[in-house]
């Protein structure tokens, strides 16, 4: 028998089950650690879940919760880690990439590109420092506004906002690189 509480609980959760795989799936560097992450978040928010106060941000409590969970997680990792080396290629200076066409074309193609390159984008996603990766995932992945990204990490909106921005910036020049260097923009 399920009590109120797993009740509850379960409910709240399968709206954002997805979410959660996809922003940890990201955000772990040790991928095949993925459902034990999941397992970890789960307990940790479960045993938890007397503290949520109902009627305020599920999302933006679990998320906190997966966020902080995945840091700890990453720590043990951090050896093996630095074993993967993020991509080294020289990449345009941002301000030869506003006046450049190929940005433009990148942009507007962006379908195209994407699904030429996925595990480029991942790897791109990967090379962003622990914040910034954090960050950009909480706001694309979980759709969380600023305000809720800043109360899950605890730091200020515009720290959320200027590492955003950075993350951005590098995941556009490194893949504006990628797509030059493959012919897929000319």
Do not use: C
């Amino acid at each position: 028998m399920i009590s109120k509480k797993q009740s509850e609980f379960l409910g709240l959760l399968s709206s954002w089950r997805e979410p959660l795989i996809a922003y940890l799936r990201y955000l772990l560097w040790k991928k095949e650690g993925l459902e034990d992450a999941l397992q970890s978040v789960l307990l940790v928010a479960y045993q938890k879940f007397g503290d949520f106060q109902p009627g305020t941000n599920f999302r933006a409590w679990i998320f906190q919760i997966a966020t902080h969970t995945v840091f700890n997680i990453n720590r043990r990792y951090q050896k093996e880690s630095k074993l993967i080396k993020p991509m080294t290629e020289d990449v345009p200076d941002p301000s030869e990439l506003r006046n450049n066409l190929d940005y433009r074309v990148l942009l507007k193609q962006s379908d195209l590109v994407l699904d030429e390159m996925s595990e480029e984008v991942k790897n791109s996603i990967l090379a962003l420092n622990e914040t910034e990766r954090s960050i950009f995932l909480l706001r694309s992945v979980g759709e969380l506004t600023y305000e809720e990204i800043a109360r899950i990490l605890s730091i200020p909106v515009g720290s959320v906002m200027g590492n955003l921005s950075r993350a951005r910036v590098k995941l556009r020049e490194k893949l504006l690189a990628y797509a030059k260097t493959t012919g897929i923009l000319r």
